[in-house]
């Protein structure tokens, strides 16, 4: 019976696929390209911060700029992964008509661009055949790799479907992708499976954002948890996983509440567990950003947070207490034991042994920022927009 649903699967995204393609040879027919640059992203439902300091400035120079921000099912999210799903039904059959009829709109914007932009796979940009000369630019949601993504995960027990990114033709079509660091290059190129040499080790605006100042966001951050000024604050911003574990609950019993502030940052899709004792972010006011500022930890586990703090100057600690099997569900690219060595551990006791002796390894704290982020002294939007220009 599964063999039958997945041929039926197979069948269905094949008829799919090219339906879209002839409707898409009609519009490019019917269509003239212009200096236009089209972001799209299937991350988010509003226009994420990376695009709109690109659209501000591109805006701003004159260009003509499109964007179109729809989220994709979650559901068929899951289907293009091998995870499994509590799918929602008549909600989620829903969403995914809506954003059917939304191809239609990226379809024509993406035949009169000169310029796409993605943040992650798109069918429009990846799927179909694009007219001569469009570029199109892949401006990853991260700036770093810690976990395996993308290409890397086939064969993993969470990975990537095989059958359907090769139907789906899974991020197909880029002329360069974005890393945060030269040492994320090889990673990058393995996940979006293409020549390293179109790996731009650029950065996002997220980096020249996170080295701005901005008072304005942490006096409001301290005036309404006064508490922060008065002890060392831990930020805890674990990566989602599938089953929900974060092990949240380990932290706030083992780490004094005298002596440290916990502030806990789960992934959007994780339900944060109120406790008195620590500070759980409110995400219609704050950020994860906004609370790295106000940081002297950060600790996570495999999730690019990570690197965000280093911008920062802000101490990271990987709590990695599903190294091993985290590595064979998803796989790990870097060796979290090797490159921040006295910063990692599998169990909370002795991470707060760690704290309470104050025996964090700063020397490996700053080899390892050196080594995956460099841009440090900005300027990733400026050169991003020039990369743009350069092709329009």
């Not at 979650?74 to 293009?80: D, L, Q, R």
């Not at 509590?86 to 000169?114: C, D, P």
């Not at 508490?227 to 996983?241: G, S």
């Not at 870097?334 to 921040?340: G, R, S």
């Amino acid at each position: 019976m599964r063999k039958i649903k997945n041929i039926i699967l197979i069948i269905l995204l094949w008829l799919f696929k090219w339906h879209l393609r002839i409707i898409y040879f009609f519009i490019k027919l019917f269509t003239i390209r212009k200096k236009r640059v089209f972001f799209l992203s299937r991350q988010f439902d509003s226009v994420p911060y990376n695009y709109q300091r690109l659209m501000d400035e591109l805006t701003k120079d004159g260009y003509d700029v499109k964007v179109i921000c729809k989220k994709v099912s979650s559901g068929v999210n899951s289907a293009v992964r091998n995870e499994k799903k509590n799918r929602k039904g008549n909600k989620e059959l829903s969403s995914t008509i809506k954003y059917y009829f939304n191809l239609y709109k990226q379809m024509v914007y993406a035949a009169t661009s000169k310029v796409i932009i993605v943040d992650g796979y798109n069918i429009v940009s990846s799927l179909l055949k694009h007219k001569k000369g469009t570029t199109i630019i892949q401006l990853w949601h991260s700036l770093a790799a810690i976990k395996k993504f993308g290409y890397q995960t086939i064969g993993y027990p969470d990975g990537l479907n095989p059958k359907i990114a090769k139907m789906l033709c899974m991020h197909y079509n880029y002329d360069y992708v974005i890393s945060g660091s030269k040492a994320m290059n090889k990673y990058f190129a393995e996940a979006f499976n293409v020549d390293i040499n179109k790996v731009l080790e650029i950065g996002t605006p997220t980096i020249d954002f996170l080295l701005e100042k901005n008072d304005k966001i942490v006096n409001q951050i301290y005036k309404e948890y006064p508490r922060l000024k008065k002890k060392i604050n831990l930020l805890y911003a674990p990566t989602f996983r599938s089953d929900g574990r974060n092990n949240a609950d380990e932290l706030i019993k083992n780490i004094d509440s005298d002596k440290y502030n916990l502030i806990i940052s789960l992934h959007p899709k994780d339900i944060a567990k109120k406790d008195d004792k620590v500070i759980c972010i409110d995400r219609d006011k704050y950020t994860t950003f906004d609370f790295i500022r106000v940081s002297d930890y950060v600790i996570t586990d495999y999730s690019a947070v990570a690197v965000d703090s280093c911008i920062l100057n802000k101490k990271v600690i990987f709590y990695v207490y599903d190294y091993d099997q985290y590595n064979k569900e998803n796989g790990i690219n870097i060796d979290l034991f090797k490159e921040l060595p006295g910063c990692t551990f599998r169990n909370v006791k002795d991470m707060v042994n760690m704290l309470d002796n104050n025996k964090y390894n700063e020397q490996a704290f700053q080899k390892f920022r050196k080594k995956y982020v460099t841009n440090l002294n900005g300027g990733s939007t400026n050169k991003l927009i020039k990369l743009i220009e350069e092709n329009l």
